[in-house]
């Protein structure tokens, strides 16, 4: 049987916000997208830098050093895991 990637909470709401927002962006930038939406997630800045480091380690973001700042950007492949997450979510909750 194949292994199958299973995304936290956590990794599911910032994966979904990256594809919001559709480009890079640093790491207390989303803390601070987070603050603005409704649903109004709660997380700590440290919570979401570790999250991010654990996907960037997963191939499920990118980051990189620009201007002193690190920025994320979601990978094809965190694209692809957080599709597979939002059906194997919506079979489960029928």
Do not use: C
């Not at 997963?58 to 997450?85: C, I, M, N, P």
């Amino acid at each position: 049987m194949k292994n199958i990637a299973k995304l936290s909470e956590k990794e599911q709401i910032i994966l979904k916000l990256l594809i919001d927002i559709g480009k890079e962006i640093h790491g207390y930038k989303i803390f601070i997208e987070l603050k603005t939406r409704p649903e109004r997630p709660r997380m700590q800045v440290g919570t979401i830098y570790t999250t991010l480091s654990r996907m960037d380690k997963k191939g499920y973001v990118r980051s990189r050093f620009r201007s002193e700042k690190r920025f994320y950007k979601l990978t094809d492949l965190g694209q692809r895991v957080l599709e597979a997450t939002d059906i194997f979510n919506n079979h489960i909750e029928r």
